[in-house]
């Protein structure tokens, strides 16, 4: 490797932003571990309501899971470290996930397994082994989804979480939301597809402009008005027999609307940290197995790589026990839905810090979409 090259496998992370981050991090961890236990206590004391123990700890979740997001693609932005590291990149992620939410349950009262029922829709083993296996391909799948794909094609498919929750849920933990419920989630999955869907209309434009042929030109008719407008609207699933990317992204999807329900079996079963320490740690083994065997991590700095995504790993763990906490206070399909407010705040994110200012405007009929139905979600709580 020429010395050039090894200069950029090696860049340097300044000593302050070392600092702000491991601040940063420090205080993300306390701040949510203190409301965590905090709001579970008062709910368990009724002291705090179901809905507002499942808001406020949403709330929390929510804006860790943008903050994550953005931080993430900020350092993913990071061609000359993160090229062709995907799995490297999340297997560090979801180990050092693991290993905190670990330390984290053994200093808030242990493991705590109320059940050692061994079933596939009750008990803590079976859901937390079944959950922390998908999430290995789930891991995958998604990254593969935007490496073979337009990310304004792929993204929209994310926002049909929400709906499939609900059969999801009533199959597998016989939870049945009542009809504020249904209308909300149902607009949250709708405001969530128009406003990412925008991103798709830039790109179908911008591939016209460049005269590009790909699976954009494959699945959208050329024309003007209505037709080519229901065209775009349907494009992630008529793209779905034309692009291998458009199948990771579903595929991603169906998986996860599976593993919401055995996350939620395992926080209701177990310490809220310690389950999900358990879920990512088997994720994060899986992923570590499939860098290693591909030599992901060659080349890689491991002071550089620590510094990069210690921020990253406090977000991530901290926001699934602030999650687990909502799922103990109310529905899984309420707080799958909610989940989906992340991404707004995500696009505010990546607006102020990337400067990802393209078609902003035009994101807010989405955005107000999705607040009525957060609403109504609340109001059936």
Known sequence: ?????????????????????????????????????????????GRLSAGVVAWLCMGVSVAELGWYNVAKKSELNNQ?????RDAAFISMVMCGTGVLLFATAMATGGPQITTHELSWNSGFWVPVLATGFLNIFIQYANVRSF????????????????????????MFLG????????????????????????????AVKEHKLSKSRGTLEQVVVHESGFREWLSLVLAPITALKASAGVRWAFLTVLLACITLNYDALVARNANVAFASACVFGLAGVGNLAYALRHRQFRGLDPLYAFQAIVLLIVLFAMLHVVLNVAFRA????????????????????????????????????????????????????
Not at 175 to 200: C, F, H, K, M, S
Not at 331 to 349: D, N, Q, V, Y
């Open 80 to 84: 000359h470290v993160w090229k062709e």
């Open 147 to 170: 490496a073979l794909e337009d990310a304004s094609l792929v993204g929209p498919i994310s926002s049909t979480t929400p709906a499939i929750v609900i059969v999801m849920g009533m």
């Open 1 to 45: 490797m020429a010395n050039g090259d090894v200069a950029l496998e090696r860049p340097l992370v300044k000593t302050s932003t070392a600092v702000t981050r491991t601040i940063l991090a420090l205080t993300v961890l306390v701040a949510t571990v203190f409301v965590a236990g905090w709001a579970w206590e008062a709910f368990q004391s």
């Open 175 to 202: 939870e049945y939301p009542g009809v504020n419920g249904w209308i909300g989630i149902w607009l949250l999955a709708i405001g969530t597809y128009l406003l990412q869907i925008r991103d798709l209309f830039e």
């Open 330 to 381: 109310t529905l899984m399909s309420h707080i799958g839905a909610l989940k989906r407010l992340s991404i707004p705040l995500t696009i505010l994110g990546a607006y102020f810090f990337l400067g990802e200012k393209k078609s902003f405007g035009g994101r807010l009929v989405g955005g107000i979409i999705m607040t009525i139905g957060a609403i109504l979600i609340s109001l059936d709580m």
